[in-house]
């Protein structure tokens, strides 16, 4: 059904001069999907992410995020998602505390809703202990919860995850995953990037860039069935043997 759809691209195209960073794109996120957005470096992923999160507008081409146009509307996108980055855009030298009631003030939360919603947090992830600690303090497993929390703090429609488990053990990324699934069970859409293909295995969609343009798009399964193989690293490799594009 069309209200269970939280992001819509048709066309979607990118143009730097003669470069075409983005390549006349189409796909549809539904909500509460973990939908994966892989592809090497160079492929488009970046750009595409930042007219989705209305950051950059594009050259031509449609499409909706939270029900708002990426054209018209950018101002309102910002307003109603979420975005963590593999630096995960905590400030080091506030506590952990101020960093949760920092963004759910530039999301426009109010102040009784902040303070229940971080006792809530801390609750949930075990961190009453940290919460007066400066960030910079805290071990990477706990910035990145953090991270996610700070950027879910006000119950976004959808959230862009941009490589957020790089440079983190494998236990660590196993953990951060579960805050994934808990998310997504709970109706929020969940739009990541990553480079570690067995993170693939976890999304319920999976597409591919390769030089600007979306090769295949399907779920895990379907697509190590469709080129006969076991695992997501060896499909990609299939997809993306022949890009053009370097590192």
């Not at 730097?16 to 794109?25: E, H, M």
């Not at 950051?55 to 990426?70: E, F, M, N, R």
């Not at 949760?100 to 003030?105: A, E, R, W």
């Not at 102040?111 to 960030?135: C, H, Q, W, Y």
């Amino acid at each position: 059904m069309e209200n269970d759809i939280t992001i819509s691209v048709k066309g979607l195209t990118k143009r730097f001069g003669n470069f075409t960073a983005v390549d006349n794109i189409s796909f549809e996120v539904r909500k509460g999907e973990i939908f994966g957005f892989l592809g090497a470096n160079g492929a488009g992923k970046t750009t595409a992410m930042r007219m989705l999160c209305g950051l950059s507008y594009p050259t031509s081409g449609s499409g909706t995020v939270a029900g708002y146009d990426i054209t018209r509307q950018a101002e309102e996108i910002k307003r109603h998602i979420g975005y963590m980055s593999q630096r995960f855009s905590l400030y080091e030298e506030l506590t952990v505390k101020e960093n949760l009631t920092l963004f759910s003030t530039i999301y426009g939360m109010t102040s009784n809703a902040i303070k229940a919603k971080t006792e809530n947090v801390f609750r949930i992830l075990g961190m009453e202990n940290m919460k007066d600690a400066p960030v910079k303090d805290i071990p990477v497993g706990w910035k990145q919860k953090l991270a996610f929390s700070a950027a879910t703090m006000h119950n976004p429609e959808v959230v862009f995850l941009d490589e957020p488990t790089g440079g983190v053990d494998p236990v660590t990324r196993r953990k951060f995953w579960e805050m994934i699934y808990r998310a997504s069970s709970e109706g929020m859409t969940i739009f990541v990037t990553t480079h570690y293909l067995d993170e693939a295995e976890y999304c319920n969609r999976i597409s591919i860039m390769v030089d600007g343009r979306i090769k295949a798009l399907d779920s895990p399964e379907r697509l190590k069935e469709k080129y006969g193989v076991k695992t997501m690293d060896e499909a990609f490799r299939i997809v993306a043997r022949d890009a053009r594009r370097g590192e």
